[in-house]
């Protein structure tokens, strides 16, 4: 045998026996957990340090005071988080399910268009959504103005503020998921079941009570456990209709008026409230679930077929279509108004083009663009890394702790923005290991690692749904054809997963840029993102320029769900 | 029980047919097979008995009652779904009650329906699981103790077999025959397997592309087909087309080369079909009715050929001979003689009355 040969049965057994020990995929997943160690739970952990310390010695005073009848403002803020969650879940769920039987059960003059615009509100970035709303049916909105006018009243027939405003946001917004989940149900359900039911003598309303109801109340329990868990995190829509008495908003304002104790010990609370949701949420969903036991039926809807049928349904559909339409109309007309020309009129009486011109000349103003890009470009390549790494990992390999690997990724999205920014700020005020020994509060790398710690899942969901639906048999003819490990994940899985990956990485990156609620908390004057910078220019009553900057988002928005959905289609991925 | 009866039904889905003209009398108590293959209209003709489906055209009456545009929850009927469709969110006993709910009887009443169902169906003592907890023979079975449970006039089944295994099927197959005659109510029953259809039907009607093609007992159907479809569908056959030669006496004489003629039986011409002489006509011979010649015989009906396939299976051998440019299929059931081998002569007798001139 020759002494210079690599391949010497020795090197070779030694070789396989490390890579082929039990141990070593723990080697390989350890830097996952150290990534989340750094990054999630460290800075869960130093919010809860701050909240349960005074003076660097362990006290409950914090949680005594937010309990304490004294002070009623966390309490009410708690109770009022509350209460306007449970209600956004019922006006959500009458809306999205009725919605969802509607498009799905019947036809009628309008239903095609009707189903492509519902899925509108996913389109429109948080803060943008609930603006365009207080343009539209606020205080000086546009419609309650145009009625006023109209009927010629004294004063504005309505207009939406306070939590009735709110919920109305909330209701908008949140719908679709009770939609979506609702909608596959709906068309999971075998028609055939409820033909058994009718040949077994049942009528419309029996069926409905016996069969149609107790099959669809898992997607319905499931959805509501996630509007809830939404709601409880909504911050946007309580900040713009001024409900300072929710959870986030103490949170937020605690934070402002330097109350950092403080606003640990809220953020801790809303954490454990949101991380028990998701844990009720994943118990759930291991629970029963009735669909799919047979594929491929299809139902026939029931087509409107009287005449004041057919005209209702016609009314609503245009109804529908208006007020799904209006809030993306309203920013694109606002974004070509002249800053001032929109004061007591009903709609603004001067128009320019000048606002996106300056968004892409004044440097002033492209600004927040540029961050906005770079910050979430960055977030995103971490979430590649991370998150089809530890995709791989939780479908690919066999190690203890794959149940907390999934738990931890999902933690971070079960966070309300806020918790994350607070979170954030109480772990990286000082230099640390995890931060290489810097202060990244105020520096430029804070915002783009909310960014990636709050969009963890989405590329890990979507490169582990293709890597679930993709047979292992290809990677291991690979590596029967000599391919190495490395090889065979570069040349095989990774460009088989692809479309998985970009799916999730185009998703991650839209919500970078339309992030809000994280950033508002942790931005400095360097680092403004675009969406800070709509919320500065709406207060400095820039109208047009900040629905300039919304209308960008949104384009981008919709140009990445028409790649996703072209992608989809193609591929078949479900996320 | 009650009969049935399809007057003139047809069915379009928009401009796509359904099925055509299904003129059919269901008498009370018998066993009626819809068969076919895939796509026949089977389903829809079912559909339309249950229901779910309103004709086009024509009606439906079940006895002296025009059901046409009845709902199907007001027609009393027991249908079993191809999916089984049972209610997975209800256990094995609240499937099987759900009928009897509807109905509004008695918790008593109810219980003791169950039970008695559940044991005919052999399942005594499943009451409490779910479905999920059940095989594929057993939610069959759950399936069929449901639409049996509300006594119905009719039982209705679209292939309630197909998804089973082969053996499970035929142990199903006996079961659901047992049932239908302890009770006697009057069955229809959906597949597109002909030895099913064969074994357990009173009558079958056969259809294709949406038209029926023939109505008859099994051995009506299997002996005396009526088209060349029939005879091809429904077990194995010897298709040939020859010439007319000659008519005479209640014979027939084909003529199919210069060297092969045969003899049949006026009898056997497919209803409704005269023969001329000097025109082609279509004929069906079963493998099995095909007999070994001796080789010194000698008739009108022997032919000889070379083996071209030869098949041992057990219970019977089977040949392809070559006769001139044709190719004719025997069976014969093994009794120990001996088997021909490929490119021996082979002498084949066929009998005048197995000789079927199709339509
Ligand atoms: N709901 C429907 N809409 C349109 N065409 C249908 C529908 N149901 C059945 N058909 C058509 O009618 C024909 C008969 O179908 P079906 O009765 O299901 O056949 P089978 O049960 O014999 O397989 C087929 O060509 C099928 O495509
Ligand atoms: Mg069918």
């Known amino acids: 045998m020759k002494s210079g040969s690599t391949f010497t049965p020795s090197t070779l057994r030694r070789r396989t026996s490390f890579t082929s020990s039990p141990y070593f995929v723990y080697v390989l997943v350890s830097p996952l957990f150290l990534v989340l160690l750094a990054y999630v739970i460290y800075p869960l952990f130093q919010t809860f340090i701050e909240s349960a310390q005074i003076d660097g010695s362990f006290s409950l005073q914090n949680y005594k005071d937010f309990f304490s009848l004294g002070n009623s403002a966390n309490l009410e803020a708690l109770w009022t988080s509350i209460y306007i969650s449970v209600f956004s879940v019922i006006t959500c769920g009458i809306v999205g399910v009725g919605m969802a039987f509607l498009l799905e059960r019947y036809e009628f003059p309008g239903r095609k268009i009707l189903s492509v615009l519902v899925m509108v509100p996913m389109a429109l970035p948080p803060l943008i959504g609930v603006l365009s709303f207080d343009f539209l049916y606020g205080k000086s909105g546009i419609i309650p103005r145009a009625l006023q006018a109209l009927l010629g009243l004294d004063q504005v027939p309505f207009s939406l503020s306070g939590i009735g405003g709110v919920l109305v946001v909330h209701t908008f917004t949140m719908y679709t998921y009770f939609y979506m989940t609702a909608s596959t149900a709906i068309r999971g359900l075998d028609p055939s079941l409820e033909e058994a039911a009718a040949s077994l003598g049942a009528n419309r309303f029996y069926i409905w009570r016996r069969i149609i109801l107790p099959m669809l109340t898992p997607a319905m329990v499931a959805s509501a456990l996630l509007v809830f868990m939404i709601a409880m995190a909504s911050y946007t829509a309580p900040l713009v209709f001024g409900v300072e008495r929710t959870m986030t908003m103490q949170i937020y304002l605690s934070r402002t008026n330097g109350d950092l104790d403080m606003a640990a010990t809220q953020s801790t609370i809303l954490s454990v409230v949101s991380i028990l949701f998701l844990i009720i949420m994943r118990w759930y969903q291991n629970a029963r679930n009735y669909q799919n036991m047979s594929k491929g039926v299809s139902v026939h809807r029931t087509e409107v077929k009287s005449k004041v049928g057919k005209y209702i349904s016609m009314a609503l559909s245009i109804l529908g279509v208006v007020i799904l339409l209006l809030p993306i109309l309203v920013l694109i007309i606002l974004s070509f108004s002249e800053d001032g020309s929109w004061t007591v009129e009903i709609l603004p009486t001067k128009y320019t083009f000048a606002h996106y011109i300056e968004l892409f000349t004044d440097s002033e103003t492209w600004k927040p663009i540029a961050n906005s890009l770079e910050m979430s470009s960055l977030a995103t390549i971490g979430n590649i890394i991370f998150g089809v790494a530890a995709a791989y990992a939780a479908v690919r390999l066999k190690f203890k702790g794959k149940t907390l690997l999934d738990i931890l990724i999902m933690v971070p999205w079960a966070l309300p923005g806020t918790v994350v920014g607070i979170n954030l700020i109480a772990a990286f005020s000082q230099p640390n290991v995890f931060s290489f020994n810097q202060v990244l509060v105020g520096s430029f790398w804070i915002i783009p690692l909310a960014y990636f710690v709050r969009h963890l899942p989405l590329v890990f969901r979507s490169t582990s749904a293709t890597f679930m639906q993709m047979d292992v048999s290809t990677e291991e003819a690979a590596r029967s054809l000599g391919a190495t490990w490395w090889y065979s994940f570069r040349r095989v899985v990774f460009p088989m997963a692809f479309s998985g990956i970009l799916v999730g990485a185009l998703l991650a990156f839209v919500q970078g840029i339309g992030e809000f609620v994280a950033s508002i908390l942790i931005y400095s004057a360097d680092t403004t993102p675009m969406s800070v910078a709509i919320f500065q220019r709406m207060y400095a009553f820039e109208f047009g320029t900040a629905c300039a900057y919304g209308s960008l988002q949104m384009l981008l928005i919709l140009i990445v769900l028409f790649i996703s959905q072209k992608i989809q289609g193609n591929s078949n991925i479900t996320i | ?359």
């Open chain 2, 1 to 359: 029980m009650i009969s049935v009866k399809l007057d003139h039904v047809s069915k379009m889905f928009g401009t796509v047919k359904g099925v055509e003209d299904i003129d059919i009398h269901i008498r009370s108590g018998e066993f009626f097979t819809f068969l076919g293959p895939s796509g026949c209209g089977k389903t829809t003709t079912l559909r339309m008995i249950a229901g779910f489906y309103y004709p086009t055209e024509g009606r439906i009456m079940f006895g002296e009652q025009d059901v046409t545009y009845l709902p199907p929850n007001k027609r009393n009927i027991g249908m079993v779904f191809q999916n089984y469709a049972l209610f997975p969110h209800l256990t094995v006993f609240e499937n099987v009650a759900f009928g009897l709910q509807v109905r509004k009887q008695s918790k008593q009443e109810i219980k003791e329906k169950v039970d008695r169902a559940l044991k005919l169906v052999h399942l005594d003592g499943y009451g409490n699981r779910r479905i999920d907890q059940l095989s594929g023979g057993q939610q069959q079975r759950v399936a069929l103790a449901r639409a049996l449970v509300i006594e119905p006039q009719i039982l209705l089944l679209d292939e309630p077999l197909s998804n089973l295994d082969a053996k499970l099927r035929e142990e199903t197959r006996v079961e659901i025959k047992r049932l239908q005659l302890e009770l006697g109510v009057t069955t229809i029953y959906v597949t597109h397997d002909q030895a099913e259809a064969m074994a357990m039907s009173d009558r079958i009607m056969v259809m294709k592309n949406g038209v029926i093609q023939q109505v008859g007992t099994p051995q009506e159907i299997y002996n005396r087909p009526n088209n060349e479809f029939v005879a091809s569908f429904i077990g194995e056959s010897n298709l040939l087309e020859g010439i007319v030669e000659e008519i005479h006496d209640q014979q027939i004489r084909v003529r199919f080369s210069s060297d092969w003629v045969l003899t049949g039986l006026q009898e056997n011409v497919a209803p409704k079909t005269t023969l001329t002489k000097g025109e082609k006509v279509k004929i069906s011979i079963r493998p099995e009715s095909i007999r070994e010649a001796k080789t010194e015989e000698n008739g009108e009906n022997i032919v000889r050929g070379k083996v071209a396939l030869s098949e041992f299976t057990g219970v019977s051998v089977n040949y392809i001979t070559q006769i001139g440019e044709l190719q004719l299929k025997s069976m014969f059931i093994n009794l120990g003689n001996r088997v021909y081998q490929r490119g021996e002569e082979l002498a084949l007798s066929i009998p005048k009355e197995s000789v079927y001139f199709l339509g």
